[in-house]
Nanobody, 119 residues
Framework: VQLQASGGGLVQPGGSLRLSCAARGSIFGINVMDWHRQAPGKERELVARVIGFPDGDSTIYAESVKGRFTISRDNKNTVHLQMNSLKPEDTAVHYC????????????WGQGTQVTVSS
């Protein structure tokens, strides 16, 4: 299974971006799909999580993005992160990740996609 992340770019403060993470290969049984991010000089952090296969009916968000970001799962193989009201502090490399178990290490990571929020 490979995770392919896309949708990053440069946007002005207050703008929006939509990230996508497409899974290539069977992800039957994947229970958790996340977006993480890592800013320069900082540790990687969880941004948003969608839980449940195949419908992803439960979500979790970092406090810093609540009300601005929305994670969703469609077609069972793709997870999106809609990011609105972007702030300069959202600037980071964003990664998607997936695992079969509810907790523990991740089974798959995607390559990062850069999000830059700047005027």
């Amino acid at each position: 299974v490979q995770l392919q992340a896309s949708g990053g770019g440069l946007v002005q403060p207050g703008g929006s971006l939509r990230l996508s993470c497409a899974a290539r290969g069977s992800i039957f049984g994947i229970n958790v799909m996340d977006w993480h991010r890592q800013a320069p000089g900082k540790e990687r952090e969880l941004v948003a999580r969608v839980i449940g296969f195949p419908d992803g009916d439960s979500t979790i968000y970092a406090e810093s993005v609540k009300g601005r970001f929305t994670i969703s799962r469609d077609n069972k193989n793709t997870v999106h992160l809609q990011m609105n009201s972007l702030k300069p502090e959202d600037t980071a490399v964003h990664y998607c990740a997936a695992r079969y178990r509810a907790t523990g290490k991740y089974d798959y990571w995607g390559q990062g996609t850069q999000v830059t929020v700047s005027s």
